[in-house]
């Protein structure tokens, strides 16, 4: 993997360090997140311990007052090890943020500096059963009851569902409004009406805690509302989702490098006919043009970073990333598996992880056909 453009040497450092602990703390432990569908709770404090949690949040919150680069470096390093268990950059960049950028004093004082030690851990709710990409549909319900919101509801694929402690639920406190009657509310998985359905039996990310989440009367203060007043909870989703689109496509491109890496590595040590696989023409072409689309990716990725940074990332911009990186890593993964022949199909080798865990890129954060749909706007 190439240093990208935006890395500082402070970056650099914290590369280094995020390697180590991913090395030490994650690697030698995937199968075992696979095999139990969550990994170790502990793990969340040791990672706060090291200050590697809510690193783009303020020092004042707790946080390590980087920028979305941290989140990008300690995504890059979790990919490196094909590891798609541990729900880190959902709740670093898209749980916390939606917390800074929409909660009251009160609330980013009460919650950041326990999402930043690990204490707690985040998830947002926003599919439904019979609802994905149409968050303007929503059926759950948080109806005013006294001083309380009363949340009547059912919640699918929700990352993180299996461990959390805070949720950012996406409710209807206006079923008669549309998109304008929905709200974001906070909720503490310990309030009475709240469980946990099933870990789902997914495809790929097996080592990851996604599940149902249900709410039967839950009661939460409506201080617990995200933002001064209700109805901004559709403007505050289409706000956050750009930066969500940019973290999936920054683990798509590092899954394409680490992908081609490895594959190199196989087909230079594999003999087949007497000689390294690598060797025969075939091989090489198609390598090549797996180098070719990982280069291509990672100055458009780095590209996105830069502007992001800068504050001046558009919409249909990230769109574009989101669904092309996602896309072509799915095809760099298939390439690589047919390279290692049978061995790619095997579980044990880590691009058969890499293939399957790479799919759900195509669907989640607003599938590839809603990305194309938000691009075509623009032109």
């Known amino acids: 993997m190439a240093r990208p453009t935006w890395e500082t040497d402070d970056l650099s450092a914290l590369r ?134 009363v949340i009547d509801g059912n919640k699918t694929f929700i990352t993180n569902g299996g461990q959390a402690d805070l949720v950012i639920v996406v409710a209807k406190t206006d079923p008669s409004a549309g998109g304008k009657g929905i709200s974001l509310i906070l909720v503490e998985t310990d309030r009475e009406g709240f469980s946990r359905g099933r870990i789902l039996d997914k495809v790929g990310m097996k080592g990851q805690d996604t599940a149902e989440l249900n709410f039967s009367g839950v009661r939460v203060p409506q201080s617990n509302l995200l933002g001064d007043q209700e109805g901004l909870g559709f403007i505050q989703l289409m706000t956050q989702l750009p930066q969500e689109r940019l973290i999936i496509a920054v683990s798509a491109v590092a899954g394409m490098e680490i992908a081609l890496e490895k594959t190199l590595a196989y087909t230079k040590d594999r003999e087949a006919f007497g000689k390294p696989i690598f060797n025969f023409q075939n091989t090489k072409f198609k390598l090549a043009e797996v180098a070719t689309e990982a280069h291509v990716a990672r100055v458009f990725l780095d590209d996105c970073i830069e502007k992001h940074l800068r504050g001046e990332l558009d919409i249909p911009t990230v769109a574009m990333a989101k669904w092309w990186t996602t896309d072509r890593a799915q095809q760099v993964a298939d390439t690589c598996l047919q390279l290692f022949g049978g061995y790619g199909y095997m579980n044990e080798y880590p691009i058969a992880r890499l293939w399957a865990d790479n799919r759900v890129q195509l669907i989640f954060g607003g599938t590839n056909e809603i990305m194309k749909e938000v691009i075509s706007r623009s032109l």
Request: glycine share 12%.
């Open 16 to 149: 280094e360090m995020a390697r180590g602990f991913i090395e030490k703390e994650v690697a030698p432990n995937t199968e075992r997140y696979i095999e139990q569908h969550h990994v170790d709770r502990d793990l969340w404090n040791k990672a706060g311990e090291l200050g590697l949690l809510c690193m783009s949040i303020p020092e004042e919150y707790g946080g390590g007052g980087g920028t979305f680069a941290h989140e990008a470096v300690l995504i890059e390093e979790q990919a490196r090890a094909v590891d798609a268990s541990w729900g880190q950059s959902l709740h670093n960049g898209i749980i916390a943020h939606y917390i800074y950028a929409y909660g009251s004093e009160e609330q980013k004082r009460q919650w950041l500096p326990k999402m930043a030690s690990g204490e707690v851990v985040g998830a947002i709710a926003m599919t439904e059963p019979g609802t994905g990409s149409d968050l303007q549909n929503v059926k759950t319900k948080a109806i005013k009851d006294g001083d309380d919101y």
